[in-house]
């Protein structure tokens, strides 16, 4: 008797500024997966791999003085290690990857905030071989001063939390027109509504994917 080929997982990042509430709703995201019988890795960017932790410090932490174009790499180079190792291996073996941050936060905050350019962004990806992304990309967006008066109650801070309002216009900015450039894709959620409208919109666009996912194992959503 043959093995049934195994079905490859979907590939879901979440997106946005600080202080949007990535983390609930990444939870949210997660048991929502779980309760549908799907097997889910959560993971995050920049990290997901021992190397990709140790450059996260870097990046975050470090006193060091850093060109934007550094910064762009070692996220680039975090990246890499991530999805060689972790995300593609686990895609083939049927699980699905929900990844804290992926590449368009690159473009985001290297390609928007940096002013390196979007492009040059993703030639960079190119170059280093990172072609896949996301099946789904969930975009949690907000005004800037909204997720600021979030933040204000945390107080670790870190090197890319301390940037100013301009900065962080030019990543939303970024993150919008990446939405707009593939609607498909990423789909921009409101995440100055209400916490319980907010789960709803995310329970509404998984959906159709859950039950594509359960009809190709031959299992319905009961
Ligand atoms: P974040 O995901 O917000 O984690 P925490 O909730 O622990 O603060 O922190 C990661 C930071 O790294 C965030 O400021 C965005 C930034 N970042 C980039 O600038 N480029 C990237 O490619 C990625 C993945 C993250």
Redesign the pocket.
């Known amino acids: 008797m043959s093995t049934p080929a195994v079905v490859p997982g979907k590939f879901l990042s979440l997106e946005g500024l ?1 202080g949007v509430g ?2 609930t709703n990444l939870e949210f995201i997660q048991e929502t997966l779980q309760s549908a019988g799907v097997s889910v890795l959560v993971t ?3 990290g997901g791999t021992e190397l990709g932790e140790a450059l996260r410090s870097v ?2 932490h470090s006193q060091h003085a850093m060109q934007a174009e550094t ?1 762009m790499l070692m ?1 680039a180079a975090s ?1 890499v290690e991530h999805v060689a190792t972790v995300i593609l291996p686990a895609l083939a073996s049927g699980q699905w990857v929900l990844s ?4 368009d ?2 473009l985001a ?2 390609g928007g ?1 940096r002013e390196i350019g979007v492009q040059r962004v993703k030639d960079i990806h190119t170059l280093a071989g990172v072609t896949r992304m996301p099946d789904l990309t969930l975009l949690l967006d907000m005004p800037i001063a909204l997720g600021r008066e979030r933040i204000a109650v945390r107080n670790a801070t ?1 090197r ?2 301390a940037e100013a309002d301009p900065f962080f216009e030019r990543c939303r900015s970024a993150y919008l027109a990446v939405a707009k450039e593939d609607p498909v894709r990423v789909k921009v959620i409101d995440a100055s509504k209400p916490l319980d409208i907010v789960q709803t919109k995310i329970a509404q666009i998984l959906a159709p994917l859950l039950e594509e996912t359960l009809l190709a194992n031959g299992r319905s959503l009961g």
């Open positions: 600080e990535k983390t995050r960017e920049p990046l975050l910064e996220m990246r804290d941050r992926y590449l936060a690159s905050y290297q905030g870190d890319i939390e």
